[in-house]
């Protein structure tokens, strides 16, 4: 895709993160379960994130109908009223959201990173690339119920893969994908798992396999050669015994694949974990495959100081050979006809790492931003490695310096917080209306924008001849918020604000 697309950029850096970032630290190591309720030790509860993350993605899939389009990847598991469903027995669900939902936004839904939970809880513990797709939507309401349940017969777990879009030999595929981590616990699952009174396992989870926060074909070896100790095979009460059915239910054919070929059981359950996150009620329109972008810039909001653009950020590379003689340039386009260059320096705050290499603005160590001439401005960049031009197949990387915000905001309060807030408009760019939204969330963890304060446009006095027009807001909640102006019926956002405690004071009048 082409930068920028706010919802694009925020999908990509989830979904390529950074060493120590939010999601990766639930999942090392592989073992690490972070209850909420804080009951027990995460190390010796027998339990994984990595587990309920995959388990909960598949739940919230089951629902699909392929004939009326109903139901799938929508988040709808995260109503109360589908988590108290026997069908989905357990605390894994509120777990995954708790953990998944601090990072929903407008821009990224639950549903996508429930996907997301799935797809990096497999590549991290040592299963194949998965194809991730985003744009998935909240549901609204609970879906009807459809996930499978132990002690149902071969044919109706057949007949509930064959709604949810899933051939017999797809529903072994994807059962022995999902076992290969995690267990069935005793406390949802009292007739099948009893009480194991092991102090390592408190939480009393016989594992599908002895590998069980690990992506391996265990599970099918196991199986195979007749050593398994998977609860849904060997359990003492034939009735639960439901992997042993799907898993026989084509003579074995499938499951002898997988034992003979780790290759051939990982590049399937890729597929497979794919289309089950792809799978998303009719209508709604996923994104292309999210690849690392090669350049991404991450810029600071533009910032009006008088005469000054204050221009500042870095710019992440991709996959960069090292070399400590790489010159790395950037040359933005002006207004006015002007092309301008300058060096950029490695970063000083972030250290290379997961292939991401940043370089920063800043003509030295000392200096945050590059001084940009207001009048002149700024449309567009392109960066150069030695010789290497990176323009996005000739687009280029475009800068809006329509909106910029300025450095005369100001806190009027610290407590309550309250705020001045300047806004300035390009002169010759025509502004209707201009709001904050309020970046949100449910009490089920959904984002979603909300309109706040309105600005209004300060006269302009005098000076006609500034390249800038301001407008003003008084703030007084503390919130992360954008400042959206709409123009020419289209609408621009800037932001998000810094907090008013970060602001200057504003001076005594
Ligand atoms: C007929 C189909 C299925 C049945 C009857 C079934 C049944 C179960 C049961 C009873 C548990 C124990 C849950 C607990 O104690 O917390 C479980 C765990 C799990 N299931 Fe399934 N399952 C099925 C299909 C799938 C599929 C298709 C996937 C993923 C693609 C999956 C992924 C998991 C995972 C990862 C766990 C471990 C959860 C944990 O340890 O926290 N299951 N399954």
Not at 77 to 83: G, K, L, N, P
Not at 400 to 412: E, G, I, K, N, Y
Request: glycine content about 8%; aromatic content about 8%; hydrophobic content about 35%.
């Amino acid at each position: 895709y082409i930068w920028p697309s706010p919802q694009l950029d925020a999908l990509e850096s989830l979904r390529f993160p950074a060493e120590f970032s939010f999601i990766p630290s639930f999942l090392e190591p592989c073992g690490t379960f972070s209850s909420p309720a804080g009951d027990g030790d995460e190390e010796i509860s027998g339990r994984s994130n990595a587990a309920d993350w995959i388990r909960t993605a598949y739940h919230d899939m089951a629902t699909h109908n392929v004939v009326d389009g109903t139901g799938g990847m929508d988040a709808s598991i995260r109503f109360a009223e589908e988590q108290a469903r026997p069908e989905n027995a357990g605390n894994g669900f509120s777990n995954t959201l708790s953990v998944l939902t601090q990072v929903s936004s407008h821009n990224v839904s639950v549903a996508d990173l429930l996907a997301l939970g799935l797809v990096l809880a497999i590549e991290k513990c040592g299963g194949p690339q998965i194809a991730f797709r985003g744009g998935r939507i909240d549901a609204e309401e609970p879906n009807i119920p459809g996930v499978p349940e132990p002690q149902q017969d071969l044919d109706s777990h057949i007949a509930s893969f064959a709604r949810q879009g899933f051939t017999k030999e797809e529903m072994i595929g994807l059962v022995a994908c999902g076992h290969t981590f995690g267990g069935v616990q005793h406390d949802p699952f009292p007739d099948i798992v009893p009480e194991l009174n092991d102090p390592h396992n408190v939480e009393s989870v016989a594992h599908f396999d002895s590998t069980s926060t690990n992506f391996d074909n265990n599970i099918a070896t196991k199986y195979i050669n007749g050593t398994t100790l998977n609860p849904l095979v060997v359990g003492t009460n034939a009735t639960t015994n439901s992997d042993q059915r799907i898993f026989g239910s084509d003579g074995n054919v499938t499951m002898l694949s997988f034992a003979k070929s780790h290759q051939h059981f990982a590049s399937t359950c890729a597929d497979l974990f794919a289309r089950m996150i792809d799978t998303v009620p009719s209508g709604v329109q996923l994104t292309e495959v999210i690849t690392p972008l090669p350049v991404k810039p991450e810029l600071q909001p533009l910032t009006i100081d008088g005469d000054i653009l204050q221009f500042a950020g870095s710019i992440r590379f991709w996959n960069l050979t090292e070399n400590p003689d790489r010159v790395v340039q950037i040359i933005w386009d002006d207004h006015v006809g002007g092309v301008h260059n300058l060096t950029l320096l490695p970063s000083q705050e972030r250290t290379p790492s997961n292939f991401m290499t940043w370089y920063d603005f800043g003509p030295t160590e000392d200096v945050e931003f590059l001084s940009l001439d207001a009048t002149a401005g700024i449309t567009n960049m392109q960066f150069t490695l030695d010789d290497k031009l990176e323009d996005q197949g000739g687009v280029g990387f475009a800068v809006q310096d329509a909106l910029v915000f300025s450095t005369t905001s100001c806190r009027t309060s610290t407590s309550p917080p309250a705020a001045k807030f300047d806004v300035a408009v390009r002169r010759g760019v025509n502004v209707t209306r201009m709001y904050t939204e309020d970046e949100v969330k449910d009490a089920t963890g959904h984002g979603f924008l909300v309109e706040r304060y309105s600005f209004s446009p300060v006269e302009p006095g005098a000076a006609t001849n500034t390249p800038y027009t301001f407008w003003t807001a008084n703030l007084t909640q503390n919130a992360t918020s954008y400042v959206t102006a709409e123009i020419d019926g289209a609408k621009i956002s800037v932001g998000p604000i810094a907090a008013f405690l970060a602001l200057p004071s504003c001076p005594e009048l």
